[in-house]
T-cell receptor, first 108, second 115 residues
Framework: DAKTTQPPSMDCAEGRAANLPCNHS???????VYWYRQIHSQGPQYIIH???NNETNEMASLIITEDRKSSTLILPHATLRDTAVYYC?????????FGAGTILRVKS | GAVVSQHPSRVICKSGTSVKIECRSL??????MFWYRQFPKQSLMLMAT?????????EQGVEKDKFLINHASLTLSTLTVTSAHPEDSSFYIC???????????FGPGTRLTVT
């Protein structure tokens, strides 16, 4: 599975959009980009995933660059409850290998 | 989204005893489940892939005789930590893959403390 690189931490003001970047320059053609988040002492929560087109659901938007070497998760209106560790993972639907993730702190 | 449950949520056991953790998929039949462990302030580490009706596939460095995995039905996988020691104290998390969408859903985790 391809590896990902994420910034270790980010801060975001409550009510503003949170844009979380992820680099996955070694992604292969059949691998998806998945985003999960983990709030302290809970299991990871699925957010969104995509192959090459941009995706949007009720939680977030996923923007994947045309060359698929990077992506951005967008939380349009961050709230305090969005404070969590966000994991960007690439894979083909089999096992998910977690990296260190980005700690997102939403501040009032 | 789909629901995956784990039982127990917390367990404290004495060194040398064995502990069984259950993982159930409630909304779909999961032919494949995964087991992870997570130490404080670290990321999740994949331990093994559990396949219904066959032997589990363990990641490198994970002792298969210590962490016994049984996936006897399409909705239940169990992880047994045998002869537990304090260094096995960790947060154990399972996930189940929905065969219709290939999406993975995670359980709430089990906090194991070995005294």
């Amino acid at each position: 599975d391809a590896k990902t690189t994420q910034p270790p931490s980010m801060d975001c003001a409550e009510g503003r959009a949170a844009n979380l970047p992820c680099n996955h320059s070694t992604i292969s053609g059949n691998e998806y980009v998945y985003w999960y988040r983990q709030i302290h002492s809970q299991g990871p929560q699925y957010i969104i995933h995509g192959l090459k087109n941009n995706e949007t659901n009720e939680m977030a938007s996923l923007i994947i660059t045309e060359d698929r070497k990077s992506s951005t998760l967008i939380l349009p209106h961050a709230t305090l409850r969005d404070t969590a560790v966000y994991y960007c993972i690439v894979g083909n639907g089999n096992k998910l290998v977690f990296g260190a993730g980005t700690i997102l702190r939403v501040k009032s | 989204g789909a629901v995956v449950s784990q039982h127990p949520s917390r367990v404290i056991c004495k060194s040398g005893t064995s502990v069984k953790i259950e993982c159930r998929s409630l909304d779909f039949q999961a032919t494949t489940m995964f087991w992870y462990r997570q130490f404080p302030k670290q990321s999740l580490m994949l331990m093994a892939t559990s396949n219904e009706g066959s032997k589990a596939t363990y990641e490198q460095g994970v002792e298969k005789d210590k962490f016994l995995i049984n996936h006897a039905s399409l909705t239940l996988s169990t992880l047994t930590v045998t002869s537990a020691h304090p260094e096995d104290s960790s947060f154990y998390i399972c996930s189940a893959r929905d065969p219709r969408t290939y999406e993975q859903y995670f359980g709430p985790g089990t906090r194991l403390t070995v005294t």
